[in-house]
């Protein structure tokens, strides 16, 4: 990926940066014995997996709870997304700000080492789950515009045409904050997270 002036992979790291700043003040505390209480650990009993039907999404209950940030997840039905492993582990978001970081680090949050071959996200403003492989997603970073669980998320869409419409609304976004699932790496994930992140 390119690096230089305005390129997204550059625009991504100084997202990340800012993320750092402002939210490293907003982190939990560390437990007394140097952990992030905020953080799945299935070791000190908060395992937050579930068994998944793997090639399809599996139903949101009131009892699952996002292994990121400890939400009730059905609590955020506009937001919430859904990640599954290929060994049928798992793991319910309440946002897709939270499924970047599980998705970028799932053992860090008690996840599976196993593949993840299924991904589903809850489309910014139709409000419905959509294949998060199939989906691009706008990396919106202006909290002015964000009413979100956690602050500020990306923006799922099911299609470019659609994200790109967002995108042209607003002076401080462009094509380059429209990227896939594949792109998202534990850079991309830190301008949501980085305070839950390693």
């Given at each position: 990926?390119?690096?230089?002036?305005?390129?997204?992979?550059?625009?991504?790291?100084?997202?990340?940066?800012?993320?750092?700043?402002?939210?490293?003040?907003?982190?939990?505390?560390?437990?007394?014995?140097?952990?992030?209480?905020?953080?799945?650990?299935?070791?000190?009993?908060?395992?937050?997996?579930?068994?998944?039907?793997?090639?399809?999404?599996?139903?949101?209950?009131?009892?699952?709870?996002?292994?990121?940030?400890?939400?009730?997840?059905?609590?955020?039905?506009?937001?919430?997304?859904?990640?599954?492993?290929?060994?049928?582990?798992?793991?319910?978001?309440?946002?897709?700000g939270c499924m970047f970081a599980y998705?970028?680090?799932?053992?860090?949050?008690?996840?599976?080492?196993?593949?993840?071959?299924?991904?589903?996200?809850?489309?910014?403003?139709?409000?419905?789950?959509?294949?998060?492989?199939?989906?691009?997603?706008?990396?919106?970073?202006?909290?002015?515009?964000?009413?979100?669980?956690?602050?500020?998320?990306?923006?799922?869409?099911?299609?470019?045409?659609?994200?790109?419409?967002?995108?042209?609304?607003?002076?401080?976004?462009?094509?380059?904050?429209?990227?896939?699932?594949?792109?998202?790496?534990?850079?991309?994930?830190?301008?949501?997270?980085?305070?839950?992140?390693?």
């Amino acid at each position: 990926m390119m690096g230089s002036n305005g390129s997204p992979r550059s625009r991504r790291q100084l997202l990340a940066a800012l993320g750092v700043g402002v939210t490293g003040g907003l982190a939990g505390c560390s437990g007394d014995d140097g952990t992030d209480p905020n953080v799945a650990d299935p070791d000190r009993g908060f395992d937050f997996t579930v068994e998944h039907p793997v090639d399809e999404p599996k139903e949101f209950s009131d009892d699952q709870m996002c292994g990121v940030c400890s939400m009730t997840v059905t609590d955020y039905p506009e937001r919430n997304c859904q990640v599954a492993h290929e060994d049928g582990v798992g793991m319910m978001c309440c946002s897709p700000g939270c499924m970047f970081a599980y998705y970028a680090e799932p053992t860090h949050f008690g996840g599976s080492e196993a593949e993840i071959v299924g991904v589903w996200v809850t489309e910014f403003e139709m409000q419905r789950l959509i294949d998060g492989y199939d989906a691009v997603y706008v990396l919106e970073h202006n909290e002015q515009r964000a009413d979100d669980p956690m602050r500020i998320d990306p923006r799922p869409y099911d299609d470019r045409s659609t994200a790109l419409e967002y995108v042209e609304r607003y002076d401080d976004l462009d094509e380059d904050d429209i990227i896939t699932l594949s792109d998202v790496d534990t850079d991309t994930a830190r301008i949501y997270r980085s305070a839950r992140l390693p």
